[in-house]
């Protein structure tokens, strides 16, 4: 019913934290001088972005689904399930269980990927060493 909700509000957490991290990076690279060597590395603020795009890309095709079973409408109660209480509680139970485990999991390979980028860019600085 609406347990795109979750990730999708994660992604604007996710937007807004990328935002000032974007902010801070660029103020580092402006101050620092030092020579750049020839190894690989990926911003943290790129890696959020990965992270970002997951969310949001995961969250539009649930909602699009959702839409296309005719659980989201476009006019107010714009969640069908907000139209008689007792669905609404299994629409919170939805979310807080569904939606939660999704973006979870959307989070948790974000972070292998990260992982495992960071083990490539060690492998490029050894390399380049």
Do not use: R
């Amino acid at each position: 019913m609406a347990c795109f909700l979750v990730p999708a509000a994660e992604a604007v957490v996710v937007t807004v934290v990328e935002k000032v991290a974007e902010k801070k990076e660029s103020k580092v690279e402006q101050t620092t001088t030092e020579e750049k060597n020839e190894s690989f590395h990926v911003p943290f603020t790129a890696k959020l972005k990965w992270l970002m795009y997951m969310l949001y890309g995961g969250s539009i095709l649930l909602m699009f689904e959702h839409i296309w079973h005719g659980e989201v409408q476009p006019f107010a109660p714009f969640l069908t399930a907000m139209a008689d209480k007792g669905d609404m509680y299994e629409m919170l139970h939805e979310m807080s269980t569904v939606g939660v485990t999704m973006a979870l999991l959307v989070t948790a390979v974000w972070g292998i990927i990260c992982v495992v980028t960071s083990k490539l860019e060690k492998k490029s600085a050894a390399e380049a060493a």
